[in-house]
């Protein structure tokens, strides 16, 4: 039982010269100055690298943004995608039966691509003319 208690006090003793000499340790002034540097420069490197990050990922955000104003839809295609979907709605809520709509917005279709027609070739005839009516004159490159 002896040998025991003799091995009890012991590890006892042992746990207090940890404690003791773990103590000492934290009480250490250029321990915690080693700490205190290791710690702000591990932060910095963070810092860092959460900057760049956020930098690198900010210029392609704007370079995406660029890209996709220069090259984005314009505003006919937004118009010609409206148009597809008003005449999606159009069909589906329409009171008419499905060949009925269907043959009325062929006949409209037909209107418009007479009206569009007539339109250019009427521009074209005009432009003719004043080309040749300056080409007479003789004030064309003047």
């Known amino acids: 039982m002896q040998g025991t208690r003799m091995r009890r006090t012991g590890k006892f003793q042992d ?3 940890f404690a ?24 910095d490197e963070v810092n860092d ?14 370079a995406a ?15 010609c995608l409206g148009m597809g979907v008003g005449t999606g ?5 329409a009171p008419a039966s499905g060949k009925e709509t269907r043959d009325v917005i062929r006949d409209r279709a037909g209107e418009v691509k007479k009206k569009v027609s007539d339109a250019a070739s ?16 003789g004030t064309q490159g003047d």
């Open 89 to 93: 709605v159009a069909l589906l809520f």
């Open 49 to 62: 690298t959460v900057t760049r990050t956020y930098d690198d990922a900010t210029d392609r955000l704007q």
């Open 15 to 17: 746990w207090a010269r």
């Open 122 to 137: 009427t521009a074209t005839t005009r432009f003719r003319q004043s080309a040749a009516g300056a080409q007479v004159t």
């Open 20 to 43: 003791m000499r773990f103590g000492l340790l934290l009480t250490d002034a250029k321990l915690w100055s080693s700490l205190n540097d290791q710690v702000r420069n591990r932060i």
């Open 65 to 79: 943004t660029r890209a996709l104003r220069q090259r984005g839809p314009s505003r006919l295609a937004y118009f």
